[in-house]
T-cell receptor, first 109, second 114 residues
């Protein structure tokens, strides 16, 4: 069965800190890895990664994939209270997206 | 001009009842999904339809029956509701971009079974 493991499960930081979220996976027929941010309602798309070593950036967020070691990291620099959310990692394999349990990030002012 | 819309947003019902959740997407996507998110925020796929055809059916009790009248709609009917069905149900549709499938989610239906 496909497995997606995120760590840590939760963390609390102060505004301005940098956070690093981890996602490791064991799947057959890997196609892509995606990161989503979930605040109160629907998960919203952040990044899709398909190739190793190519960093994707969007503002203060960045992510990279290592297909040899089977993991990805999501970095958030200069955190703000609006970054407080659950961050979900998902891996697509065999046309199915499997999600990890998420990392709850709380940013305190 | 909501992309993926599902109704109702909240559903409170008694055990044993039958209920439906509706989903519509106006993105022109071919694939639609139902996901269940439990209290620990774990999102698990239930069903996937591509152009009205069922392509993924995870181990979901047969009390759950999806129906796709056309590729823009995917409804979920649940018979004989049980306490354990309480969760947030998300509809999604997807667009294949290169090697990856990017999902767009509806805002969820919070189902509470009493």
């Amino acid at each position: 069965e496909d497995k997606v493991v995120q760590s840590p499960l939760s963390l609390v930081v102060h505004e301005g800190d940098t956070v690093t979220l981890n996602c490791s996976y064991e799947v057959t027929n890997f196609r892509s890895l995606l990161w989503y941010k979930q605040e109160k309602k629907a998960p919203t798309f952040l990044f899709m990664l398909t190739s190793s070593g190519i960093e994707k950036k969007s503002g203060r967020l960045s992510s990279i994939l290592d297909k040899k070691e089977l993991f990805s990291i999501l970095n958030i620099t200069a955190t703000q209270t609006g970054d407080s959310a659950v961050y979900l990692c998902a891996v697509e394999a065999d046309y199915k997206l499997s999600f990890g349990a998420g990392t709850t990030v709380t940013v305190r002012a | 001009d909501t992309a993926v819309s599902q109704t109702p947003k909240y559903l409170v019902t008694q055990m044993g009842n039958d209920k439906s959740i509706k989903c519509e997407q106006n993105l022109g996507h071919d694939t639609m999904y139902w996901y269940k998110q439990d209290s620990k925020k774990f999102l698990k796929i239930m069903f996937s339809y591509n152009n009205k055809e069922l392509i993924i059916n995870e181990t979901v009790p047969n009390r759950f029956s999806p129906k796709s009248p056309d590729k823009a709609h995917l409804n979920l009917h649940i018979n004989s509701l049980e306490l354990g069905d309480s969760a947030v149900y998300f509809c999604a549709s997807s667009l294949r971009q290169g090697d990856g499938e990017k999902l767009f989610f509806g805002s969820g239906t919070q189902l509470s079974v009493l």
